[in-house]
Nanobody, 120 residues
Framework: QAQLVESGGGLVKPGGSLRLSCAASGSIFTINTMGWYRQAPGKQREPVAGITSGGTTNYADAVKGRLTISRDSAKNTVYLQMNSLKPEDTAVYYC??????????????WGQGTQVTVSS
């Protein structure tokens, strides 16, 4: 089995910064795409940023230029550096990973979510 564990959420003032981390652990053979999604109250979960095993990134238009996704493949960890945060960034942020276990089974894993609140 494999799992994702997130950390780094919290309360920050508008214009502030936070860094989210998501570590994958367990019986993992390889991790393909990793990404971050978010869900605000009363809204559907939406993609924020993604990164492939080769390092190719993509971002939602609403976060381009402010949020940066990166990964440390040696640590099976993905990060989301969040700068110039706005109140509309307030949401529960979820990590997602597309991976293959050591027995060849494919997984589409989700983390437990971490709350990010941007408020003065």
């Amino acid at each position: 089995q494999a799992q994702l564990v997130e950390s780094g959420g919290g309360l920050v003032k508008p214009g502030g910064s936070l860094r989210l981390s998501c570590a994958a652990s367990g019986s993992i053979f390889t991790i393909n795409t990793m990404g971050w999604y978010r869900q605000a109250p009363g809204k559907q979960r939406e993609p924020v940023a993604g990164i492939t095993s080769g390092g190719t990134t993509n971002y939602a238009d609403a976060v381009k230029g402010r949020l940066t996704i990166s990964r440390d493949s040696a640590k099976n960890t993905v990060y989301l550096q969040m700068n110039s945060l706005k109140p509309e960034d307030t949401a529960v942020y979820y990590c997602n990973a597309d991976l293959v276990g050591i027995l060849g089974k494919k997984y589409d894993l989700w983390g437990q979510g971490t709350q990010v609140t941007v408020s003065s």
